[in-house]
């Protein structure tokens, strides 16, 4: 079945302490991103990814960092989370054989407290 | 800067209506247009694509395009509960970019 997948699906957390968000796909899609989505923003690309080694900024990618060593994951991580941090995130794959049709995992809900 | 412009809402039908949900998009370059449907906590899914001038039908769902007028609008036939939900509106900039500029989103609330 083709997914993204993400873990972990929910998370609370401390001010500071490092986490990571795991991202995989399996339709070997060339495009990954990530977005996070509060209430009245809409959705918010923080980083994307054109290829492997291949990242780049979105529109909200302050404290927020990413790697693209496998064409498959694109793990999102928060070396010193705070709360304004805390929001609902997505991971998303497309290609151009999907007609760049946008593929989201089921979501990451963080609260940093 | 891309916009994506969508009409907060909440948009409020009777069952068995139509619903029109309308987006405008400030670049005009843009090639590829989507809407997706978002249960509240859940992910976007695709409901509907369209790439090019009028309209796209598949089932109760119609997409509409004029890119004269920058304008896409998606419409719900026969409008069920099931339907409420938050709709996104997503644009696709030229030269087949595949980062999309998401619409803040409109409600639809469907009532029995």
């Known amino acids: 079945e083709a997914q993204v997948t993400q873990n972990p699906r929910y998370l609370i957390t401390v001010t500071g302490k490092k986490l990571t968000v795991t991202c995989s796909q399996n339709m070997n899609h060339e495009y990954m991103s990530w977005y996070r989505q509060d209430p009245g923003l809409g959705l918010r690309q923080i980083y994307y990814?054109?290829?492997?080694?291949?990242?780049d900024k979105g529109d909200v990618p302050e404290g927020y960092k990413v790697s693209r060593k496998e064409k498959r994951n694109f793990p999102l991580i928060l070396e010193s989370p705070s709360p304004n941090q805390t929001s609902l995130y997505f991971c998303?794959?497309?290609?151009?054989?999907?007609?760049?049709?946008?593929?989201f995992g089921p979501g990451t809900r963080l609260t940093v407290t | 800067q891309k916009e994506v412009e969508q009409n907060s809402g909440p948009l409020s039908v009777p069952e068995g209506a139509i619903a029109s949900l309308n987006c405008t998009y400030s670049?005009?370059?843009?090639?590829?247009f989507f809407w997706y449907r978002q249960y509240s906590g859940k992910s976007p899914e695709l409901i509907m694509s369209?790439?090019?001038?009028g309209d796209k039908e598949d089932g109760r769902f119609t997409a509409q395009l004029n890119k004269a007028s920058q304008y896409v609008s998606l419409l719900i036939r026969d409008s069920q509960p099931s339907d409420s939900a938050t709709y996104l509106c997503?644009?696709?900039?030229?030269?087949?970019?595949?980062?999309?500029?998401f619409g803040r989103g409109t409600s639809l609330i469907v009532h029995p």
């Open positions: 997503a644009v696709n900039g030229p030269g087949g970019s595949y980062i999309p500029t």
């Open positions: 369209i790439y090019s001038n």
């Open positions: 990814s054109m290829n492997v080694e291949v990242t």
């Open positions: 998303a794959s497309t290609s151009p054989g999907s007609g760049y049709e946008q593929y």
């Open positions: 670049d005009r370059g843009s090639q590829s």
